[in-house]
């Protein structure tokens, strides 16, 4: 029985350090009097996880049914951090918005490298779509536009090896396999709230 209370004890002592991969949801919740237009939301788990999400248009007062996963480990001496970014445009097409909870310039950096050209076809075609008389068509290619406005945003942001610029929201076991809420207030800042517990950050924009 001593060998295998060892061997127990040894395993269940090297699956704690190792930490356990867990997962979670994630959805973004529009407060602001305005639609969410292009939305990109990006998680960093330190070095071992990446992920992204893209949301085509987000109503006034609307929590988006599309959520996304994201990864990240729990554990005794698990060291890793939760990091993320948060972009959208307003929906006239001239500016956009992104999370800045400390003023970096790389993200700007990064933002202002996406191809004009892609984007400005993109927004031509949510502008038509955001329109009083716009018909069903035209609505549905809207949607579809501001997803690629999102995915450029996450692709631009996607592969930078640094944080700088990103805001940290840790994740918790209590928090796997639920929703965590990114919801952009009235005033434009962002709350996270998980049921692990809420981080808020402001937001800063360009011209576009």
Same mark, same amino acid.
């Given at each position: 029985?001593?060998?295998?209370?060892?061997?127990?004890?040894?395993?269940?002592?090297?699956?704690?350090?190792?930490?356990?991969?867990? !997962?979670?949801? %994630?959805?973004?919740?529009?407060?602001?009097?305005?639609?969410?237009?292009?939305?990109? $939301? &990006?998680?960093? *788990? @330190?070095?071992?996880?990446?992920?992204?999400?893209?949301?085509?248009?987000?109503?006034?007062?609307?929590?988006?049914?599309? !959520?996304?996963? %994201?990864?990240?480990?729990?554990?005794?001496?698990?060291?890793?951090?939760?990091?993320? $970014? &948060?972009?959208? *445009? @307003?929906?006239?097409?001239?500016?956009?918005?992104?999370?800045?909870?400390?003023?970096?310039?790389?993200?700007?950096?990064?933002?202002?490298k996406v191809a004009p050209s892609?984007?400005?076809?993109?927004?031509?075609?949510?502008?038509?779509?955001?329109?009083?008389?716009?018909?069903?068509?035209?609505?549905?290619?809207?949607?579809?536009?501001?997803?690629?406005?999102?995915?450029?945003?996450?692709?631009?942001?996607?592969?930078?090896?640094?944080?700088?610029?990103?805001?940290?929201?840790?994740?918790?076991?209590?928090?796997?396999?639920?929703?965590?809420?990114?919801?952009?207030?009235?005033?434009?800042?962002?709350?996270?709230?998980?049921?692990?517990?809420?981080?808020?950050?402001?937001?800063?924009?360009?011209?576009?």
């Amino acid at each position: 029985m001593r060998p295998f209370s060892i061997c127990t004890a040894f395993v269940t002592l090297v699956a704690l350090v190792a930490g356990k991969k867990q !997962t979670a949801q %994630v959805s973004v919740r529009n407060n602001w009097d305005q639609p969410l237009v292009g939305v990109s $939301v &990006i998680h960093k *788990y @330190s070095d071992d996880y990446k992920n992204h999400g893209e949301w085509g248009i987000i109503k006034p007062g609307e929590l988006a049914p599309e !959520t996304m996963d %994201v990864e990240y480990n729990t554990g005794f001496l698990t060291t890793g951090r939760d990091w993320w $970014v &948060i972009t959208w *445009y @307003s929906a006239d097409m001239k500016t956009q918005y992104y999370s800045d909870p400390v003023n970096f310039r790389n993200i700007i950096d990064a933002l202002e490298k996406v191809a004009p050209s892609v984007v400005k076809v993109a927004m031509k075609t949510v502008a038509a779509g955001m329109a009083a008389e716009a018909g069903p068509g035209a609505v549905v290619a809207a949607k579809n536009a501001a997803k690629v406005l999102a995915k450029v945003a996450n692709e631009a942001l996607f592969n930078t090896e640094s944080t700088d610029g990103f805001k940290q929201h840790i994740l918790r076991s209590e928090d796997a396999g639920k929703l965590t809420e990114i919801v952009i207030n009235k005033d434009r800042s962002i709350t996270f709230k998980s049921k692990s517990g809420n981080s808020d950050t402001g937001t800063s924009s360009r011209k576009v």
